[in-house]
């Protein structure tokens, strides 16, 4: 009777340098079999030069290889069908300098359109017009709920995102959170399918 | 008298149906913008949805009545500050929503590769939008 192997792929694999990645970098496995070592370091596949930053390793193509090498085992796939190995040799850290200019690119970026989409509505003339409505008194500059709305400005942002500085308003993860991990999951979709060799053929 | 009347029946008409596309189109901007649901989630309080759709629906029509009259109450100001700050509020969750909506920081955090600093960059828009707001207010339009 064949042994069952369960075989769950990891979904990111990140790796340092240019090696032979074998089967237990890249995926777990449980089994009743004795052969399980011998089975974790099978090496599965080399990453050379020539797959840049970016391999996608198929989970068929691990089913293929260890079949041919173990044909008393059965694998069973659970899990996410494929791996995705990104190769970043150097490890940089963003520079203080690069991270300065977007702080002061987006700040005035910020402060721009906030300037241009008040002009664009014309709130000063609402203002002005609420001012009279509330108080009978007409006064050309508002003070009174200009400086208020331009500081509960900043605080609605905060609410929104759920973060001030480092510090978080409660656990949920924010939709900035969210956002990103999105983009990163249609990345890997993206990837998935297009970087992958089974596809191809 | 009947021309008097068939103008204002087409007037009637016109308002009516312009005041539906915009109401319309106001309450789709505000569902793909997330800001209501974000508020439930802060507050957790799910059971009250009715409540909030009839508060923007009323909202609405009490700004479309302060746009068209010429009423005047005398509160003192400190009912302005209130008011500032509330409409501060929700214009930031607007503009914070809006920024989301471009996806301008996934973006950014993968193309500099800065994970773990993205909230100092959401900081400077924060900071940028108050300085903007606070400038323009008190030096840009004297």
């Known amino acids: 009777m064949k042994e069952i192997v369960y075989l769950r792929m990891k979904k990111n694999v990140e790796q340092q340098k240019y090696e032979s990645l074998t089967l237990k970098d890249l995926a777990f496995i449980s089994t009743t079999s004795l052969q399980k070592e011998e089975l974790e370091k099978t090496p599965i596949y080399r990453v050379s030069k020539k797959d840049k930053n970016i391999v996608v390793i198929d989970s068929f193509l691990i089913i293929d290889h260890l079949n041919r090498l173990f044909p008393n085992i059965e694998i069973q796939l659970v899990g996410p069908p494929h791996t995705v190995v990104r190769i970043n040799r150097t490890k940089k850290n963003a520079s203080i300098l690069l991270v300065s200019a977007v702080w002061l690119l987006l700040f005035i970026g910020a402060a721009m359109t906030i300037m241009n989409f008040h002009y664009d509505v014309s709130m000063q003339e609402v203002q002005q017009k609420l001012h009279y409505i509330l108080t009978g008194k007409e006064e050309e500059f508002p003070l009174w709920i200009q400086i208020p709305y331009s500081l509960g400005l900043g605080l609605g942002m905060v609410l929104f995102f759920n973060h001030w500085f480092k510090k978080r308003i409660n656990e949920e993860p924010s939709p900035l959170e969210v956002e990103i991990f999105n983009y990163q999951q249609n990345l890997d979709q993206y990837l998935t399918h297009y970087e992958n060799r089974i596809n191809d053929k | ?142």
């Open chain 2, 1 to 142: 008298m009947i021309s008097n009347f068939l103008i204002i029946g087409v007037e009637i008409v016109v308002g009516f149906a312009g005041g539906l596309a915009v109401g319309a189109g106001f309450v789709a901007f505000l569902t793909l913008l997330g800001i209501i649901p974000r508020l439930i989630q802060l507050t957790r309080s799910e059971a009250y949805i009715k409540v909030y759709t009839a508060c923007i629906i009323i909202g609405s029509i009490f700004g479309t009545f302060l746009s068209f009259t010429n009423v005047t109450w005398n509160h003192p100001e400190l009912l302005l500050i209130i008011w500032g700050v509330l409409h501060g509020i929700f214009n930031g969750m607007l503009a914070a929503a809006l920024t989301e909506v471009i996806n301008v920081f996934p973006i950014l955090s993968k193309r500099i590769g800065i994970d773990d600093k993205i909230v100092w960059l959401f900081m400077a828009i924060v900071f940028g939008k108050i300085t903007g707001s606070l400038f323009q207010w008190t030096f840009f339009v004297r």
